[in-house]
């Protein structure tokens, strides 16, 4: 009866040692599974999208493309940028660096050379040469990594990182300083471009453009109308009507405007081409290496130009971004998986505004020429005769440096001077000098300034102008676009099937978080100038 008892627990234990084995074992191939690193990571950067357009539009958008992400997705719905002025290129420099301007060294897409006493791209460099262009670009004025840099680095170089935009800038700063190639369509030419600082320009790229010429592509005859659901624009603006539907041509003269064709879904639909023969021609997501595809897309104005003006367009150019996501989501599913793909989508926040504000109103024209002459005027009657004013850019009044030092006089006091003058201007809000930008401290105004201030590039007073003035270089140019305050914001969207879990979160974060988010979500370091905690999720 012992022997018998003695055996069943033997037994018993036995049972439940395999038990335990099996447990270990599935729990062991749960936390395998759940560890394992993406084949491929997709950031997707979409130029003013815009959380509120999305809602308004989710019950006519397909059930693959943005809704799928959208609904599927972690969303944080509202990323706010907490600087003033950002452009696409600034905002993009945020999102993939994870520091604002004053410390990633990008505030904007072009920037005033004080010792060439011109305006060029932030990231002119004259070392490289342009393939396909004749622009000189590389990413040296881009300080510190990016998330695509740190990828390169947990992967000691193995992840191939692609990049392909519209602009050079929004592709430059979404590849970073380590990427394989980077691509943008040059203005000029028509042509896919890169640049010699980049080791990789594939030919099937150059096949690309002698093969299938984006210049013939976008001939006299391509026109750009509306999609048949594209109910005159009323969803996202309900009080918005036109008599009849909008057609759009990309000519003028004898040849294509490529800068037209950028603000216009064709853009879109010529990057999303690109894309697919790239995932397949360089089989990225293919090999055992986590590889990166950065893509920047466009979802702002036609012409860059008022909403209220061009509702219907702009409505049209959501509905065909969301055909363009859903061929790339099936394209990536089919070559990669999308369970082996980590995606993530944000917007640059919505800041071309060219809205007409309540007739009535206080409003004007603010003329750069014109305040830099009488500037001049009014520091020649304090100092002496001399050029005081050098140059005028992205708001920001640029001194001459040698004639203050000629004159023995202190920078800082001339710049607080000249800031004192400008605030009587008309249409100025407020003039702050950069003395009081880099070593004082008055609180969330200055604060704010300075985020978006660069010290390199950087003028000797920050310009602020009155909601409802239009900025204009002189009486030759166009008056910009009317400044606004209240910038929409757009989201963040994560999407990895059965990784992270749906949810949306309508809590304002702001855009320094995203980076360090991304990061511990593909479990690589943040890049090196962010400073903010990852969101949670």
């Known amino acids: 009866m012992k022997k018998n008892s003695h055996n069943a627990t033997l037994l018993l234990t036995s049972a439940l040692v395999l038990l335990a084995s099996i447990n270990v074992i599935a729990v062991t191939a749960q936390d395998r599974k759940s560890t394992t690193t993406p084949k491929l990571i997709v950031g997707i950067a979409v130029d003013q999208l815009r959380t509120d357009y999305l809602q308004a539009l989710r019950g006519k958008l397909s059930e693959h493309g943005l809704k799928k992400l959208f609904d599927e997705g972690m969303v944080y719905e509202n990323v706010v940028f907490d600087f003033d002025n950002p452009d696409a290129t600034a905002a993009l420099a945020v999102l993939a660096t994870g520091a604002d301007p004053f410390y990633n060294g990008v505030p904007s897409s072009?920037?005033?050379?004080?010792?060439?006493?011109?305006?060029?791209?932030?990231?002119?460099?004259?070392?490289?040469?342009?393939?396909?262009?004749?622009?000189?670009?590389?990413?040296?004025?881009?300080?510190?990594?990016?998330?695509?840099?740190?990828?390169?680095?947990?992967?000691?170089?193995?992840?191939?990182?692609?990049?392909?935009?519209?602009?050079?800038?929004?592709?430059?700063?979404?590849?970073?300083?380590?990427?394989?190639?980077?691509?943008?369509?040059?203005?000029?030419?028509?042509?896919?471009?890169?640049?010699?600082?980049?080791?990789?320009?594939?030919?099937?790229?150059?096949?690309?453009?002698?093969?299938?010429?984006?210049?013939?592509?976008?001939?006299?005859?391509?026109?750009?109308?509306?999609?048949?659901?594209?109910?005159?624009?009323?969803?996202?603006?309900?009080?918005?009507?036109?008599?009849?539907?909008?057609?759009?041509?990309?000519?003028?003269?004898?040849?294509?405007?490529?800068?037209?064709?950028?603000?216009?879904?064709?853009?879109?639909?010529?990057?999303?081409?690109?894309?697919?023969?790239?995932?397949?021609?360089?089989?990225?997501?293919?090999?055992q290496n986590t590889d990166m595809l950065q893509l920047t897309f466009y979802a702002g104005t036609y012409m860059r130009e008022s909403p209220e003006r061009y509702a219907e367009e702009l409505q049209d150019i959501y509905l065909r971004l969301d055909q363009n996501i859903a061929d790339l989501l099936s394209v990536i599913d089919t070559h990669v998986g999308l369970?082996?793909?980590?995606?993530?989508?944000?917007?640059?926040?919505?800041?071309?505004?060219?809205?007409?504000?309540?007739?009535?109103?206080?409003?004007?024209?603010?003329?750069?020429?014109?305040?830099?002459?009488?500037?001049?005027?009014?520091?020649?009657?304090?100092?002496?005769?001399?050029?005081?004013?050098?140059?005028?850019?992205?708001?920001?009044?640029?001194?001459?440096?040698?004639?203050?030092?000629?004159?023995?006089?202190?920078?800082?006091?001339?710049?607080?001077?000249?800031?004192?003058?400008?605030?009587?201007f008309s249409g100025v809000g407020d003039a702050v000098s950069a003395q009081q930008i880099l070593h004082q401290d008055f609180g969330e105004r200055i604060t704010r300034m300075r985020r978006g201030y660069n010290k390199t590039f950087g003028g000797d007073i920050i310009v602020q102008l009155q909601p409802g003035w239009s900025f204009k270089m002189d009486d030759k140019t166009p008056a910009k676009p009317q400044i606004r305050s209240d910038i929409a914001p757009g989201p963040l969207i994560i999407f990895a099937p059965g990784k992270i879990s749906a949810k949306h979160i309508s809590k304002p974060v702001n855009a320094t978080a995203v980076a360090p988010t991304v990061a511990k979500c593909i479990k690589i370091r943040a890049p090196s100038g962010s400073r903010d905690l990852p969101l949670e999720h």
């Open 110 to 287: 072009s920037i005033y050379n004080k010792q060439m006493l011109r305006h060029q791209s932030v990231f002119f460099d004259k070392n490289y040469i342009g393939n396909t262009t004749s622009a000189t670009l590389s990413p040296k004025a881009l300080i510190g990594s990016t998330l695509a840099d740190e990828l390169k680095i947990a992967t000691s170089g193995a992840s191939k990182v692609f990049a392909i935009a519209s602009e050079a800038e929004s592709a430059i700063i979404s590849a970073g300083h380590a990427a394989n190639c980077v691509i943008w369509l040059d203005d000029r030419l028509g042509q896919w471009a890169s640049s010699t600082y980049y080791k990789e320009f594939p030919n099937y790229i150059v096949r690309q453009n002698y093969d299938k010429p984006l210049f013939i592509e976008f001939n006299a005859k391509t026109s750009w109308r509306p999609t048949d659901n594209s109910n005159n624009g009323r969803d996202l603006m309900p009080y918005h009507y036109v008599s009849n539907p909008f057609s759009h041509t990309f000519y003028q003269g004898n040849r294509p405007v490529y800068q037209w064709v950028k603000t216009s879904p064709l853009i879109n639909n010529a990057i999303t081409e690109l894309t697919k023969v790239c995932i397949r021609q360089s089989q990225l997501g293919q090999s």
């Open 339 to 424: 369970s082996n793909t980590f995606i993530y989508l944000t917007g640059t926040g919505a800041t071309d505004n060219n809205s007409t504000d309540v007739p009535g109103t206080l409003s004007g024209e603010f003329n750069a020429a014109r305040c830099s002459a009488l500037l001049n005027s009014y520091l020649i009657s304090l100092y002496g005769q001399g050029t005081w004013v050098e140059g005028f850019s992205n708001l920001q009044i640029y001194l001459n440096h040698k004639t203050i030092e000629d004159k023995k006089l202190a920078l800082a006091e001339v710049q607080q001077s000249a800031a004192q003058f400008v605030t009587m």
